[in-house]
């Protein structure tokens, strides 16, 4: 970190005015790398690492972390979008190239976890932004937070589409000897060139894939997220059926789908995009998310499972469905899972990838 090439300032820069700098809570300084062409980082000290999680009895974890805001993985889908209004910064680019950066998080979390008042619950990461977005190969915060969770024996889940996991395996296998681990990768668009246009910032699902088998090597028994599916472009039979092949034969044993949901602030952007991209497309759409409707009617989702789940049975995946698999249970492994509505104070609320 601080590679002296570096862009610093702690006042405006072209195309970001002060106040929206300023309106960064515990804003350190902002930078821009050459080596992360397009990315500008907002250093801020964070006052707190963890997050509570709202109705927390009804989850398979009670506390959430967040190192970083925005997401240079820049899915368009994306449902997190909106806690960049939060800041002040946009939901659509700003999301995507204004990344905030808790870079004392570790040392905060390692506070919090020492309090006599910690129990011990499981935190989760990756439930709104992703902890393995390039961000991550500059600032090397998840070591640090790994380290932290295992010296509190914290059982921690993650969830990610980045392959930077892989550095961390040793570390977390590691870790796994002193608490629960549970690791998923989020893969739903396996065809390159929607990948390209869609999740612009996301390693290839090539990649992804190499991920989740060098996660298995590692010990681990990888979920693998198949959200969002998307109508009319990635829901065919045959499309899923080659990617939950695939995602087999990467030696994953279980999977959670779900079709696209279109947040408020998500819907615009993602709109644009179609309109964009594939005009034909927008009548289907507009009849699947009517006005402020943001989650696919029932009998899309009931037609979804119909086809998929077949498909699931084919290929030998179970569902993990948010709560602990039988295969599991017997393994070091903690179910990752999805909360989509939760408002957690001071942080954006757990979403999914
Ligand atoms: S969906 Fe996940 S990986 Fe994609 S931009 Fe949002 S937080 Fe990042």
Redo the contacts with the bound molecule.
């Keep these: 970190m601080g590679a002296t090439s570096d862009a610093t300032s702690d006042a405006a820069l072209p195309g970001l005015e002060l106040g929206e700098v300023a309106a960064v809570p515990g804003h350190l300084r902002t930078v821009r790398a050459p080596e992360f062409a397009g990315l500008v980082f907002h250093e801020v000290l964070a006052k707190s690492a963890l997050n509570r999680v709202p109705g927390a009895s009804s989850m398979p974890f009670s506390w959430t972390i967040n190192p970083y805001r925005g997401?240079?993985?820049?899915?368009v889908?994306?449902?997190?979008?909106g806690s960049h209004r939060y800041l002040d910064l946009d939901t659509g680019r700003d999301?995507?190239s204004q990344i905030v950066v808790k870079v004392n998080v570790a040392e905060v979390l390692g506070r919090e976890l020492a309090k006599p008042s910690w129990r011990g619950e499981r935190v989760a990461l990756?439930t709104?932004?992703?902890p393995y977005?390039r961000a991550e190969g500059r600032y090397r915060l998840m070591p640090g937070i790994i380290d932290a969770l295992a010296r509190a024996r914290t059982p921690m889940s993650i969830l990610?589409?980045?392959t930077l996991l892989r550095r961390d395996l040793p570390r977390l296998a590691e870790a796994a000897e002193r608490a629960p681990v549970a690791l998923a990768m989020?893969i739903a668009v396996a065809d390159p060139e929607l990948h390209r246009s869609i999740?612009p910032?996301?390693p290839t699902p090539q990649a992804r894939l190499a991920t989740i088998a060098a996660a298995r090597e590692a010990g681990f028994e990888p979920d693998v997220f198949v959200m969002p599916v998307l109508p009319h472009l990635t829901d065919s039979a045959a499309q899923l059926g080659a990617l939950l092949r695939d995602i087999s034969e990467a030696g994953a044993r279980s999977v959670m789908y779900g079709p696209l949901h279109l947040r408020t602030h998500v819907k615009p952007w993602f709109f644009a995009w179609l309109e964009r991209e594939h005009p034909h497309l927008l009548p289907a759409y507009r009849s699947l998310y009517p006005g402020s409707a943001s989650r696919a009617p029932q009998a899309y989702r009931m037609e979804l499972a119909a086809r998929i789940r077949p498909l699931m049975r084919r290929y030998g995946l179970e569902w993990s469905g948010g709560g602990a698999s039988a295969e599991a249970r017997r393994s070091r492994a903690a179910q990752p899972v999805v909360a989509d509505a939760l408002a957690a104070p001071g942080d954006p609320a757990p979403?999914?990838?």
Excluded at 71 to 75: G, K, L
Excluded at 77 to 81: M, S, W
């Design positions: 997401c240079s993985h820049a899915c889908y994306c449902f997190a979008r999301f995507d990756g709104n932004t992703d977005q990610t589409k980045g989020s999740e910032g996301v979403t999914l990838l």
